[in-house]
């Protein structure tokens, strides 16, 4: 009989303590889920039909994986009977909807229902022990990222301060773009926040070093954060380092996606992420023959609008000593030619001289051999960067530096730290 699948959850959420063997049948709490995705959306009994009672695993590994690409072809409206019970939950504020980036090909429209982000914001609090302490309790945050950020919509206009405010949570930007922030809107940012006295700040990772470099140059402190979220995209270890010389606070992670919801959680660059039980299953797929480097496919818990199953992110995870480091895209990640050795951001930051501090980074290459480091700093890069890059890449790499004053994000208000050439 061929082994189950990996799963990255607790034994628990699977029903189990680990120690047993996994046996022919799924555990009964991903059944039951995925039976009530096949009863929620008509979707998937169009792509696969549902097994028999108990679902085994040779059924399960039969359904096919769905794809950003999928979803995007066959539009949101797919996942429901009748669409027009949904437009008219839209206008009775019963479900909501949110565009995200999807794929090259269009955007992505998610419908969710009311609250269903609320409550996968508090059950990821109570998964990591710096935000649990807030996650049943009223407390005050402040939100730097790109403006469609989340199913609680940042604004698109120059709203006025309490316009902004949403059950304790300010959103402070009003573009996507941090890097042409004139020093006005920095002036408006830094000043809502010491007024606010967040207990915690949450942010998109670029734009809350820019924000730390606002702060500085400001010669402010706001002594209130308890708590700085990196999420919305992955941090580099400058970003944390510079965010941390302005909110000297304990960083953690939060890792999701509009249409999925939030997966994993850990303690920033403490390789401890775990998966967030009570909002997804998340299954491993071996990647690229790599030892402990695995693909997830997502099915998500409790959802009724536009559920999950199998959902592939396109997202590479290590599992580590004390749970899994997210190493970013796919398409975001190098593959060393001498020896196939995965180049993540991680290594990138390993690479990078103790000395050197920027704001921002973007290793791009534009060559089979040529790569270019693009930095945002206050200073110049110190003479042996490029060449410890080099190292890193292998392959003869030829890295060449380019200083700037601004590194222009895509379309979505994104930023990537490692751009390899499309393979």
């Not at 000043?191 to 140059?217: C, F, H, N």
């Not at 180049?343 to 050197?356: H, K, L, V, Y």
Request: hydrophobic share 40%; aromatic share 12%; glycine share 8%.
């Amino acid at each position: 009989m061929e082994a189950a699948p990996l799963f990255a959850n607790a034994p628990a959420a699977l029903g189990g303590t680990g120690s047993e063997e996994p046996g022919e049948f799924l555990p009964a709490a991903l059944e039951t889920e995925i039976r009530r995705i096949y009863e929620r959306s008509p979707l998937y009994g169009r792509r696969f039909a549902l097994g028999g009672d108990p679902l085994s695993w040779e059924w399960y590994r039969d359904v096919p994986a769905l794809s950003k690409q999928e979803i995007v072809r066959h539009g949101h409206e797919a996942f429901f009977e009748d669409y027009r019970v949904i437009e008219r939950g839209l206008q009775e504020k019963k479900f909501e909807y949110e565009s995200t980036s999807g794929t090259t090909a269009g955007p992505m429209t998610v419908i969710m229902e009311d609250g269903w982000w609320n409550e996968q914001t508090r059950r990821a609090y109570r998964a990591h022990p710096l935000l649990a302490p807030f996650a049943d309790t009223p407390h005050r945050k402040c939100v730097l990222a790109p403006v469609g950020c989340s199913s609680n919509l940042c604004p698109y206009e120059d709203h006025p301060f309490p316009n902004r405010y949403f059950d304790g949570t300010v959103y402070l930007n009003l573009s996507s773009d941090p890097f042409v922030f004139p020093e006005a809107e920095w002036d408006r940012i830094v000043t809502e926040l010491q007024a606010v006295k967040p207990d915690i700040i949450e942010g998109e990772p670029i734009y809350l070093s820019l924000l730390a470099r606002a702060v500085k140059k400001r010669q402010v402190s706001v002594p209130s954060v308890k708590v700085v979220i990196l999420t919305y995209g992955k941090a580099s270890l400058q970003h944390s380092r510079r965010v941390a010389e302005a909110f000297p606070a304990p960083q953690v992670d939060l890792y999701g996606s509009t249409e999925a919801g939030y997966i994993f959680v850990g303690t920033a660059f403490k390789d401890d992420s775990r998966v967030i039980d009570e909002n997804a299953f998340v299954e491993l797929a071996p990647y690229r023959g790599t030892p402990d480097v695995f693909q997830i496919y997502v099915t998500t818990r409790g959802r009724e609008a536009m559920p999950l199953l199998r959902y592939h992110t396109g997202d590479i995870v290590r599992r580590c000593a004390q749970g899994y480091r997210l190493l970013g895209r796919e398409g975001g990640l190098y593959f060393r030619e001498s020896d196939g050795a995965i180049i993540s951001p991680t290594e990138i930051d390993a690479a990078i001289p103790a000395d050197f501090e920027c704001w921002h980074y973007s290793l791009v290459q534009t060559g089979d051999a040529r790569w270019d480091f693009h930095y945002v700093a206050d200073g110049h890069a110190p003479k042996d960067l490029d060449t410890a890059l080099a190292a890193a890449l292998g392959g003869g790499a030829r890295v060449n530096l380019f200083r700037r004053r601004t590194i222009t994000p895509a379309a979505s208000g994104k930023f990537a730290l490692l751009k390899p050439l499309a393979r």
